[in-house]
Antibody
Framework: EVQLVESGGGLVQPGRSLRLSCAAS????????MHWVRQAPGKGLEWVSG????????DYADSVKGRFIISRDNAKNSLYLQMNSLGPEDTALYYC???????????????WGQGTLVTVSS | DIQMTQSPSSLSASVGDRVTITCRAS??????LNWYQQKPGKAPKLLIY???SLQSGVPSTFSGSGSGTDFTLTISSLQPEDFATYYC?????????FGGGTKVEIK
């Protein structure tokens, strides 16, 4: 059974940093692209970032480019999101999602974690 | 960026109704269009991928169609467990983008 378990969320002051983690199990983690998708309270879904199977390619939404860094450790079956210079607009539930293929375009999100909540407020 | 426009943003329907949700892309995305269902307090769930392929375990009352810029999600006979919000998403190019969502409510 595929499981994605996010952690690392919490309350953080504007301008500070936070690192999210996603522990994956139940599939061959190193074979698939992975993504972060977020959802602000009461709002729709927003893709944040994606990384290819081997970490060789990454991409970001314009809203986080230059502030967030996605990475993965295939030996640990883990995905990460380093979030810097956080602002109130980053307040959201952050979902870890599995891509259906090795890259991050042309594929769909076939499994989702339950999310970790990030609240940016003073 | 490829903009995804869903309509309607909400609808009211009864159990047993046929429901259609549309999604329009701002440029040609071929068949790289996926549909997700989200219930309150839950993570989204993949329903349809590549415009018309049914994800394993999803009831056959759900179907998808379209290509290019215009796509449709159809629920042939609405069930009580289908009341949820539905999102389309394009995977044709960067950035990956979602539609604004369609909330299906009980009439």
């Amino acid at each position: 059974e595929v499981q994605l378990v996010e952690s690392g969320g919490g309350l953080v002051q504007p301008g500070r940093s936070l690192r999210l983690s996603c522990a994956a199990s139940g599939f061959s983690f190193g074979d698939y692209g992975m993504h972060w998708v977020r959802q602000a309270p009461g709002k729709g879904l927003e893709w944040v970032s994606g990384i290819s199977w081997n970490g060789g390619s990454m991409d970001y939404a314009d809203s986080v480019k230059g502030r967030f860094i996605i990475s993965r450790d295939n030996a640990k079956n883990s995905l990460y999101l380093q979030m810097n210079s956080l602002g109130p607009e980053d307040t959201a539930l952050y979902y870890c999602t599995k891509g259906s293929g090795s890259g991050f375009y042309l594929y769909h999100f076939d499994y989702w974690g339950q999310g970790t909540l990030v609240t940016v407020s003073s | 960026d490829i903009q995804m426009t869903q309509s309607p943003s909400s609808l009211s329907a009864s159990v047993g109704d046929r429901v259609t949700i549309t999604c329009r892309a701002s440029q040609n995305i071929n068949r790289y269009l996926n549909w997700y269902q989200q219930k309150p307090g839950k993570a989204p769930k993949l329903l349809i991928y590549a415009a018309s392929s049914l994800q394993s375990g999803v009831p056959s009352t759900f179907s998808g169609s379209g290509s290019g810029t215009d796509f449709t999600l159809t629920i042939s006979s609405l069930q009580p467990e289908d009341f949820a919000t539905y999102y389309c998403q394009q995977s044709s190019g960067s950035p990956l983008t979602f539609g604004g969502g369609t909330k299906v409510e009980i009439k």
